[in-house]
Protein backbone atom coordinates (compact mmCIF):
# COMPACT_ATOMS: atom_id res chain seq x y z
CA UNK A 1 0.00 0.00 0.00
CA UNK A 2 1.55 2.99 -0.87
CA UNK A 3 -0.78 5.37 1.55
CA UNK A 4 -2.31 4.62 4.91
CA UNK A 5 -5.73 5.28 5.62
CA UNK A 6 -5.21 8.67 6.27
CA UNK A 7 -4.59 9.49 2.04
CA UNK A 8 -1.25 10.59 2.81
CA UNK A 9 2.27 9.08 0.83
CA UNK A 10 5.01 9.23 3.28
CA UNK A 11 8.75 9.08 2.54
CA UNK A 12 12.02 10.96 2.32
CA UNK A 13 11.58 11.00 -1.66
CA UNK A 14 11.72 14.97 -2.37
CA UNK A 15 10.51 15.98 -5.93
CA UNK A 16 12.80 12.36 -7.25
CA UNK A 17 10.54 10.50 -10.14
CA UNK A 18 10.23 6.61 -10.14
CA UNK A 19 9.31 4.59 -13.08
CA UNK A 20 7.43 2.38 -11.35
CA UNK A 21 5.77 -0.54 -12.99
CA UNK A 22 2.73 -2.93 -12.13
CA UNK A 23 3.46 -6.73 -11.16
CA UNK A 24 1.59 -7.91 -13.89
CA UNK A 25 3.63 -6.44 -16.24
CA UNK A 26 7.16 -8.04 -14.47
CA UNK A 27 5.71 -11.22 -14.40
CA UNK A 28 4.50 -11.00 -18.12
CA UNK A 29 8.60 -9.78 -18.98
CA UNK A 30 9.24 -13.01 -16.59
CA UNK A 31 7.48 -15.05 -18.58
CA UNK A 32 9.02 -14.12 -21.52
CA UNK A 33 12.67 -14.54 -20.42
CA UNK A 34 11.63 -17.98 -19.42
CA UNK A 35 10.06 -19.28 -22.34
CA UNK A 36 13.18 -17.96 -24.59
CA UNK A 37 16.62 -19.32 -23.69
CA UNK A 38 18.01 -16.44 -25.71
CA UNK A 39 17.72 -14.11 -22.23
CA UNK A 40 20.16 -16.63 -20.06
CA UNK A 41 22.63 -14.81 -18.32
CA UNK A 42 20.85 -11.30 -19.58
CA UNK A 43 19.77 -8.59 -17.43
CA UNK A 44 16.93 -6.24 -18.06
CA UNK A 45 15.52 -2.73 -16.43
CA UNK A 46 11.95 -3.08 -16.18
CA UNK A 47 9.54 -0.15 -15.43
CA UNK A 48 6.78 1.79 -16.23
CA UNK A 49 6.19 3.75 -19.19
CA UNK A 50 7.13 7.07 -17.39
CA UNK A 51 8.69 8.69 -13.86
CA UNK A 52 6.38 9.82 -11.62
CA UNK A 53 7.06 11.53 -8.46
CA UNK A 54 5.05 10.83 -5.14
CA UNK A 55 3.22 13.89 -5.41
CA UNK A 56 2.22 13.21 -9.12
CA UNK A 57 1.17 9.71 -7.76
CA UNK A 58 -0.45 11.47 -5.05
CA UNK A 59 -2.45 13.64 -7.41
CA UNK A 60 -3.75 10.69 -9.70
CA UNK A 61 -4.39 8.84 -6.16
CA UNK A 62 -6.72 11.48 -5.32
CA UNK A 63 -8.91 11.85 -8.62
CA UNK A 64 -9.52 7.73 -8.59
CA UNK A 65 -10.32 7.66 -4.60
CA UNK A 66 -12.63 11.11 -4.77
CA UNK A 67 -10.23 12.62 -2.03
CA UNK A 68 -7.42 14.26 -1.47
CA UNK A 69 -4.24 12.47 -1.45
CA UNK A 70 -0.70 14.32 -0.61
CA UNK A 71 2.61 13.47 -0.49
CA UNK A 72 4.56 14.39 2.87
CA UNK A 73 8.60 14.13 2.28
CA UNK A 74 10.01 13.31 5.36
CA UNK A 75 13.90 13.11 6.97
CA UNK A 76 15.13 9.55 6.80
CA UNK A 77 14.65 9.63 10.95
CA UNK A 78 11.16 10.92 10.36
CA UNK A 79 10.51 7.92 7.43
CA UNK A 80 12.18 5.04 10.08
CA UNK A 81 9.95 6.24 12.86
CA UNK A 82 6.95 6.35 10.98
CA UNK A 83 7.30 3.05 10.04
CA UNK A 84 8.03 1.23 13.21
CA UNK A 85 4.64 0.45 14.12
CA UNK A 86 4.20 -1.83 11.64
CA UNK A 87 6.31 -4.44 13.61
CA UNK A 88 8.18 -5.13 10.28
CA UNK A 89 11.54 -6.71 10.56
CA UNK A 90 14.36 -4.48 10.43
CA UNK A 91 15.84 -5.44 6.65
CA UNK A 92 12.41 -4.58 5.34
CA UNK A 93 11.96 -1.29 7.24
CA UNK A 94 15.49 -0.41 6.05
CA UNK A 95 13.93 -1.50 2.51
CA UNK A 96 10.98 0.53 2.43
CA UNK A 97 13.20 3.89 3.31
CA UNK A 98 15.74 3.74 1.25
CA UNK A 99 13.74 2.75 -2.08
CA UNK A 100 12.29 6.02 -1.21
CA UNK A 101 16.19 7.74 -0.65
CA UNK A 102 16.69 6.16 -3.72
CA UNK A 103 13.69 8.09 -5.85
CA UNK A 104 15.08 11.26 -4.12
CA UNK A 105 18.85 10.34 -5.48
CA UNK A 106 17.26 9.88 -8.70
CA UNK A 107 18.58 6.50 -8.72
CA UNK A 108 15.17 5.45 -10.31
CA UNK A 109 14.39 7.86 -12.54
CA UNK A 110 14.52 5.79 -15.39
CA UNK A 111 12.12 4.80 -18.02
CA UNK A 112 12.48 1.57 -20.28
CA UNK A 113 10.74 -0.31 -23.62
CA UNK A 114 11.50 -3.75 -22.05
CA UNK A 115 7.63 -4.62 -21.29
CA UNK A 116 6.94 -3.74 -24.62
CA UNK A 117 9.70 -5.44 -26.35
CA UNK A 118 9.58 -8.34 -24.25
CA UNK A 119 5.81 -8.99 -23.54
CA UNK A 120 4.32 -7.16 -26.67
CA UNK A 121 2.00 -4.74 -24.87
CA UNK A 122 2.46 -1.41 -23.59
CA UNK A 123 3.39 -1.07 -20.06
CA UNK A 124 0.64 -0.08 -17.24
CA UNK A 125 0.15 3.58 -16.37
CA UNK A 126 -0.59 4.28 -12.71
CA UNK A 127 -4.17 4.82 -14.19
CA UNK A 128 -4.59 1.99 -15.56
CA UNK A 129 -3.60 0.25 -12.97
CA UNK A 130 -5.74 1.88 -10.35
CA UNK A 131 -8.63 1.52 -13.10
CA UNK A 132 -8.26 -2.81 -13.16
CA UNK A 133 -7.17 -2.50 -9.43
CA UNK A 134 -10.15 -0.68 -7.40
CA UNK A 135 -9.39 -2.83 -4.47
CA UNK A 136 -5.68 -1.16 -4.28
CA UNK A 137 -7.49 1.92 -3.00
CA UNK A 138 -10.49 1.14 -1.45
CA UNK A 139 -9.03 1.84 1.92
CA UNK A 140 -8.80 5.27 0.68
CA UNK A 141 -12.65 5.90 -0.13
CA UNK A 142 -15.17 6.67 2.61
CA UNK A 143 -16.75 4.55 4.15
Known sequence: ???GADGVIRGPANDGKAGAVARDD???????TL???????KTY???GPEALTMSGAAETLSRFAGREVTFVNETMEEAYASRA??????WEVEGW???YAAVAA??????????????GHEPMTLEDFLRDNPDSYQHLLAG
Open 1 to 3: MLT
Open 26 to 32: VADVAVA
Open 35 to 41: LDEGHVG
Open 45 to 47: DVT
Open 85 to 90: HYGAPD
Open 97 to 99: VTT
Open 106 to 119: GELDVVTDTVQRMA
